[in-house]
């Protein structure tokens, strides 16, 4: 591995095309240095003894900085994963000369212009201008130009993320123009263009136009900043809430860290499971390699080689993997092994921690290469917790020491939007500091560095966008990890706006990206709008189920009276955590509903650290003690003790859930306690659910609920019931193109199950029953706890989706007698077909599929989402795009059916404009929509002999030029 990055061949994104199905391109170059660390002043306030650097503003050279990750601080920035603002046609030759220029309405004094590159996931630039002048005029067609700088003479070095600023000297020009006159690959991009004056960007919203288009409108060039700012820096000292303020909001219930005792059953065997897939992955050595490497001691010949991405990208993370699970782990079950292993990493780890306090395996400077300084940082805090937690007596000192080091770091200030999925970041902090050894810096450099105020308000408005259209690294199941982080703050603060986001974020995922059986339905690289549900693209990841449970447990700690909260931690574990394990081989990645399970995989991903964390920790979830008794939160054969007050209580639960419903739960305590024995009543239960004590009915329980059973209990006192178990069904709500609406998912109590058996390629076998007659068609399989038999279906039956290994399957079958699998049957009344007289034109059509202008008022009707039938824009020319339908003759019209012909780069703004006596006059206009398969409009009927629609924007980043649709449709009112 070395002290440096080596060439990396594969990374997390491209780990999902090839493995399980989106690729982060990682930048391979050396580290330059970029400073020191601050020294901390003796006594200092802590929000004073935070450093202050921030990058420096105001015009500046030309001249790009240092490229991507390995540049030096205080310069100026482009945060990841800007839109696109714009992208030039392709040209014959790099030698083509081309322009694009911004009007700013009237003359104005300029103070200097910003030239924002395009950037890739390796933060290096894509298609900056190679030699270019920026100028300036009062005319349109720049006659008698300012040249405010002049790049046409030598070639203009790649920029990276660095912001090109050229001084203007306070010219006067209504028009700011640059002119490439040698392009890059035969095309230019740039993700912004600012014009400033008087402090501030007065080209904001301004319309653009360029070389070959001419107009284009208002487009992302000059869009508005982003929530944050452009910046990769973020610095806000008055986010900081000083201690001395701080009014804590105690949990009012307490996970237990230890106490509680599993006896066979399901969850058992998953940690018993999970010790010999720790045990069988990696030795010592292998784990501690890179702390060594990076401290420059010797390394044991014939270690393993250390896998790509995984181990390179992100060394010290697998280190954390192993110390997540089995800290875990012997918290529950003591296993010598298991123990030893982990007491020699963190002894490895200790040794290798610097002077001053340093312990991470990668070169501090290192620390904005690949996701090294949130991810890998946040993984090896963890597991440095949980070893402290497992009663390893230098993980917490440790730890300590590198939080004196990290929360007076200089990189503090670009580590949010500089280092990948810093979001994340944010995590290890907080959870760091509700240890035995938390300082208020630990949270408060989080508020100053990682808070982002426009985001929290968005997330305590319940707006969507906050999760899917996160503007920053970008949106993912991982956002998650950063909701954890603001509910610790707002217990450790007091602070409501804390709460309001917090609760604002769990809302939008519950009700938004929640598969059916609990696994997120929102992953990275692709569009995952609300209510999308796309089976047949990349969601599910583990390691989103295993932040969702965690997340969750947070929230019962605070409100442990609402049920609901437990009720998503037994879907990830039962439907998530179980489901994705292999045995002892290995951790699945992502959760397919259909087909066939995901690979599985013994190298360190994202989702097996997660996932090894989960299952190492199964016991916890189990129990809860609050100051005057307990909580039953799932039930499995298990015992806990606690202590309340100056009592010793001990409490043994028999069950054979999920197999059978029946539980006992037996009382032993050597005096007559008096003590709140709270009863969770499962949502999912199908009626109220009695409770009995010491064989009488004592209460009945309605779902969704904890019964609290006050009394001075006894050795021996016993508490029965029979959980509800019965089945339940969910029609398929989601928008995968052509899965239609008479698929069901099935769920018996909490657990989802699968049909097995072929599925014609995933596709879903049809039950040819109704709907409403599946739960009396299923029969128990004898000696086959859980698995059913379905009447007229000898070649499937149902299972635990958990249970199901390599067999092919399907949670959504077509379950109906019809044979129709669809919800778009053609509609009568259509204007808008070649038949009737109808003609389509457009801007432009793509290269390889010519004449598909025609395919959209054919008469062969195809359903939303199928890319065979469609017309594609030209992928060479930028956005915006148009398609129109002439009628024959004037007709009124009232209504609007737009079919989308790809999900994943649908039409997202967009404009409908109809003629009318000559002029255009536009009937609708979208931003950010949302559905990927159709859009309909009704309107106040309207006499037009043409329909055009415009598309500003798609979905799809990696083609920001494309638009595409497969049908529109014109009705008549009524």
Not at 816 to 844: C, I, Q, R, V, W
Request: charged share 20%.
């Amino acid at each position: 591995m070395g002290s440096e990055p080596k060439p990396t061949r594969i990374s997390r994104r491209k780990f999902l095309n090839q493995v399980v199905g989106a690729g982060l391109v990682v930048g391979t170059t050396p580290f330059l240095p970029s400073g020191t660390i601050p020294a901390k002043a003796a006594g200092a306030d802590p929000a004073q003894a935070l450093p202050l650097k921030t990058p420096a503003s105001g015009p500046m050279p030309p001249l790009p900085a240092e490229n991507g990750w390995r540049g030096p601080m205080g310069i100026e920035r482009i945060a990841r994963l800007a839109p696109l603002g714009h992208q030039s046609p392709q040209a014959v030759s790099d030698d083509t000369v081309q322009w694009v220029q911004v009007d700013l309405g009237a003359p104005t004094l300029l103070d200097h212009i910003k030239l924002f590159p395009m950037i890739d996931f390796g933060l290096g630039s894509q298609n900056y201008p190679v030699r270019f002048r920026v100028e300036a005029s009062a005319d349109p067609n720049i006659a008698s130009p300012i040249i405010l700088a002049d790049c046409t003479g030598a070639d203009f070095p790649e920029p990276g993320d660095a912001v090109s600023h050229f001084p203007a000297d306070k010219a006067k020009a209504r028009y700011v123009r640059i002119t490439v006159t040698r392009l890059r690959d035969r095309k230019f991009q740039l993700s912004k263009l600012e014009v400033w004056s008087g402090g501030k960007d007065v080209a904001e919203g301004c319309p653009v136009s360029d070389s070959v288009h001419g107009d284009l409108g208002r487009t992302p060039l000059t869009r508005v900043p982003r929530g944050q700012g452009e910046d990769v820096s973020t610095d806000n000292p008055g986010n900081i809430i000083p201690a001395r303020q701080w009014r804590p909001v105690s949990y009012k219930a307490q996970a237990p860290i230890g106490g509680v005792r599993l006896g066979d059953g399901v969850l058992k065997t998953a940690m018993q499971d999970n010790i010999d897939y720790l045990l069988a992955s990696n030795s010592v050595d292998e784990l501690v390699r890179p702390f060594r490497e990076r401290a420059g001691m010797p390394i044991p010949a014939g270690l393993k080689p250390p896998i790509e991405f995984w181990d390179t990208d992100l060394p010290g993370s697998n280190a954390g993997r192993f110390l997540m699970g089995a800290g875990n782990t012997l918290r529950w079950m003591e296993h010598p092994e298991l123990r030893a292993r982990m007491n020699a990493i963190v002894d490895g780890i200790v040794e290798c921690q610097r002077a001053d306090g340093y312990l991470m395996a990668y070169p501090e400077e290192s620390i904005f290469y690949s996701e090294r300084g949130a991810y890998t940082r946040s993984w090896v805090t963890h597991g440095l917790i949980e070893a402290g937690l497992a009663g390893h007596p230098k993980a917490f000192p440790a730890l300590r020491r590198f939080y004196d080091w990290f929360d007076t770091c200089p990189y503090l200030p670009e580590l949010l939007r500089r280092a990948g999925q810093g979001v994340q970041g944010m995590i290890a902090n907080t959870r760091t500091y509700f240890t035995p050894i938390g300082k208020p810096e630990d949270l408060q450099v989080v508020q100053r560095f990682f808070q982002e105020n426009y985001w929290m308000e968005q997330l305590a408005q319940r707006d969507p966008k906050a999760i899917w259209q996160y503007p920053y690294d970008h949106p993912h199941n991982y956002l998650i990890t950063s909701l954890e982080p603001y509910l610790d703050q707002y217990r450790a603060t007091g602070a409501t706006k804390y709460w309001d986001a917090a609760k604002g974020g769990w809302d939008l995922y519950r009700d938004n990206w929640l598969h059916v059986g609990g696994s997120i339905a929102i992953c990275e690289f692709s569009s995952y709008p609300p209510h999308s549900y796309y089976l047949h693209k990349q969601t599910g990841e583990l390691c989103g189920s295993v932040f969702w449970a965690r997340y969750n447990q947070r929230f019962h700690l605070l409100a442990p009276s609402e049920e609901k909260y437990v009720a998503e931690i037994e879907k990830s574990i039962y439907n998530n955590g179980l489901a994705n394990q292999a045995g002892s081989k290995g951790i699945r990645y992502l959760s397919h509903l259909t087909g066939h399970k995901d690979t599985v995989t013994s190298h360190n991903t994202c989702c097996e650290g997660q996932g090894t964390r989960l299952l190492g920790s199964l016991p916890e979830y189990i129990y809860s003690t609050a100051k005057d008794g307990l909580y039953v939160n799932l039930f499995h054969a298990s015992s806990i003790e606690w202590a309340q007050g100056s009592q010793n209580l001990k409490l043994a639960m028999e069950t054979e859930f999920p197999f059978k419903p029946e539980v006992k739960l037996t009382l032993d305590t050597s005096n007559s306690v008096k003590s709140s024995i709270r009863v969770r009543i499962p949502t999912w239960a199908s009626k109220p659910m009695p409770i009995h004590v010491n064989g009488k009915r004592a209460a009945t329980g309605k779902p969704g609920t904890y019964v609290a059973l006050d009394r001075a209990w006894k050795s021996g006192d016993v508490i029965e019931f029979t959980l509800p178990m019965e089945f339940q069904q969910t029609r398929y709500a989601g928008m995968d193109p052509g899965f239609g609406q008479e698929r069901f998912a099935l769920e018996y109590g909490p657990i989802l199950m699968a049909l097995v058996g072929k599925t014609g390629g995933g596709k879903g076998e049809r039950l040819n029953l109704n709907s409403d007659d599946l739960a009396a068609s299923l029969s128990p399989i004898p000696d086959q706890p859980l698995h059913f038999a379905v009447a007229g279906h000898t070649n499937h039956h149902y299972r635990p989706y958990w249970q199901v290994q390599e067999e092919e399957f399907t949670c959504y079958p077509v379950i109906g007698t019809s044979d129709s699998t669809t919800t778009e049957p053609a509609e009568a009344g259509n204007l808008a077909l070649a038949s009737l007289g109808a003609k389509a034109a457009s801007d432009s059509e793509y290269a390889n599929e010519p004449g598909g202008t025609a395919r959209i008022i054919d008469d062969h009707f195809v359903s939303a989402g199928q890319e065979a039938h469609r017309w594609h824009s030209s992928l060479d020319t930028p956005h915006p795009h148009w398609i129109e339908v002439t009628l024959p003759q004037a007709t009124k019209i009232g209504r609007v059916v737009i079919r989308f012909a790809d999900p994943e780069g649908h039409p997202v703004d967009f404009d409908g404009i109809v003629r009318v006596n000559g002029k255009d006059k536009t009937i609708f206009q979208e931003s950010n929509y949302a559905d990927p398969l159709h859009y309909r409009a009704t309107f106040k009927p309207i006499t037009t002999d043409t329909f055009r629609l415009v598309i500003r924007a798609s979905a799809n980043p990696a083609f920001p030029n494309a638009a595409q649709i497969s049908r529109i449709e014109l009705y008549p009112p009524g």
